[in-house]
C-alpha cells in the first residue's frame, strides 16, 4: 500500500461504465497508488458494480495482495489500495455471461508487472455482446499487443454465451521489464480478409453457412481481388455450454495492421444479417483509412501511458471508450496524450494521430 491518501476517481464521468473501473484498477494497481471509485456506472441503466466487474476488481486484488473495500454487487463506490504484483494461479468467475474478455483488460497489464509468471483461469462468456469477442482478442488484439512487447498464450477449454455463460479460458503470462512503444501510423493495402462463423449447441451448421455466405459476398465487392476466405465453423459439443452463433471477420494488410468487424446472432435476427452486421464495421473501420479499429484504439491506451518512449497511433474518430481510456491514464499515471487531426489526408474520412510519451514503468522485481 502506499499509504497516501486515495485519488477520487469518478466512474459516472465520459463513458460512465466498466471500463472507468477497469482502466483506473489496474494502474492503481501497477503505479502503487490507492484509489477511491464512486459513481461506479453511474451512467448506466443499473447503476454500481455488475458481477463480471466484481470478479476482475478481485483478481486484481488477489494479483498484489491489496484490500478492497465496497466490493459487493451494486456498490456504487470502491476504495481499493494495492500491493506488491507478485504474480499467481487465480480464478476470476463472473457466474454469468459476462465478459472473460473484459477480465483479461483489467488483469493483463497487472501480470505483465508481477514478480512472477501468472496463471489466469477467466470464466464468463467468450462471445459476449457488448464486448470484444474471444476471438477478437486472439486474432486482433494479442499480435498487436506483441508489438508493445507483450507475451500471453490463451487456452481457451470451453466458449460460452448469453445468457449462461460457462466459458473458460486459461491466460499464461509472463513477468515483462518494461513496455515497449509502438509506431502504428501506415495502414498500407489490404492484401487479406479471412474470418469465422461459428455456430454452438442445437443450432445447425446451416447457419454457420449463411453467415459466412452473407459476409463473403458483401466483402468480395466491396475489396473486389483481395483474398477472402470466411470459414463457417460448428463448435464439438464439449467445447462450448449453451447455444451461440456469430461471426468475425479479419483484415490484414501490408504494413501488418489488423482489423476486423464481428457481430453475435441474437433470437429472430436471420443469419446473413449477423453476417452483413459483422461485414460493414469491417468495412467502415477500413474506410476510415486508420490502422486500429474502433474496438483495439481504447485498448492501446494503457500500454500507450505505461511505455518507455513514445508511441504514435493512426485512427479513425476518436471513441468515446478511447477518451475515457485517456482521461484516466492521465490522471493516474500523469503523462499526457496528444489527439491531433493527420496531416497529408485529403479525403473525407476524419484521422487522428493519438501520441503519448509514456510513463516508462520498470518492473523493479524481476
Known amino acids: 500500500m502506499d499509504g497516501q491518501r486515495p485519488i477520487d476517481i469518478d466512474g459516472g464521468i465520459l463513458e460512465g461504465g466498466g471500463q472507468s473501473l477497469r482502466v483506473s484498477t489496474a494502474l492503481s494497481c501497477i503505479a502503487g497508488k490507492s484509489i477511491r471509485v464512486f459513481n461506479i456506472r453511474a451512467g448506466r441503466t443499473t447503476p454500481g458494480l455488475r458481477p463480471q466487474h466484481l470478479s476482475g476488481l478481485t483478481a486484481v486484488r488477489d494479483l ?45 497489464p497487472c501480470a505483465l508487472f508481477s514478480a512472477s509468471p501468472s ?125 451461440g452463433n456469430g461471426l468475425i471477420v479479419v483484415a490484414e494488410t501490408s504494413t501488418g495492421c489488423l482489423l476486423a468487424g464481428s457481430a453475435l446472432g441474437k433470437r429472430g435476427m436471420p443469419a446473413d444479417k449477423v453476417g452483413l452486421q459483422a461485414s460493414e464495421m469491417l468495412i467502415h473501420n477500413l474506410h476510415h483509412g486508420g490502422c486500429v479499429d474502433d474496438y483495439l484504439q481504447d485498448q492501446l491506451i494503457v500500454f500507450m501511458a505505461l511505455a518507455h518512449g513514445v508511441s504514435r497511433v493512426l485512427s479513425g474518430p476518436i471513441t468515446l471508450h478511447t477518451q475515457t481510456a485517456i482521461h484516466f491514464a492521465e490522471q493516474l499515471t500523469q503523462v499526457k496524450f ?8 485529403l479525403d473525407s474520412q476524419e484521422k487522428f494521430i493519438i501520441e503519448c510519451k509514456g510513463a516508462g514503468i520498470t518492473n523493479q522485481q524481476i
Open 64 to 108: 498484489c495482495g491489496g484490500s478492497l473495500l465496497g466490493g459487493e454487487v451494486g456498490s456504487l463506490e470502491i476504495t481499493f489500495q494495492p500491493g506488491p504484483l507478485k504474480g499467481c494461479q487465480l480464478i476470476a468467475d463472473t457466474h454469468t455471461a459476462g465478459s472473460v474478455c473484459l477480465l483479461l483488460q483489467v488483469t493483463l
Open 119 to 243: 496463471c489466469l483461469i477467466l470464466r464468463g462468456g467468450t462471445n459476449a455482446d457488448m464486448a470484444p469477442q474471444l476471438d477478437y482478442m486472439l486474432q486482433v488484439f494479442k499480435p498487436i499487443a506483441e508489438k508493445f512487447g507483450v507475451k500471453f498464450d490463451c487456452n481457451v477449454k470451453r466458449r460460452g454465451y448469453y445468457p449462461k455463460g460457462g466459458g473458460e479460458v486459461v491466460v499464461k503470462v509472463s513477468p515483462i521489464g518494461t513496455i515497449k512503444p509502438i509506431m502504428l501510423t501506415e495502414r498500407g493495402d489490404v492484401t487479406k480478409i479471412f474470418g469465422r462463423a461459428f455456430v454452438a449447441g442445437s443450432l445447425p451448421f446451416k447457419v454457420a453457412q449463411v453467415m459466412a455466405g452473407a459476409a463473403t459476398q458483401r466483402l468480395r465487392a466491396e475489396f473486389p481481388g483481395v483474398p477472402l476466405e470466411v470459414k463457417p465453423i460448428q463448435e464439438p459439443r464439449g467445447a462450448a455450454f449453451g447455444n
Open 338 to 345: 496528444s489527439v491531433t487531426k493527420a496531416e497529408g489526408h
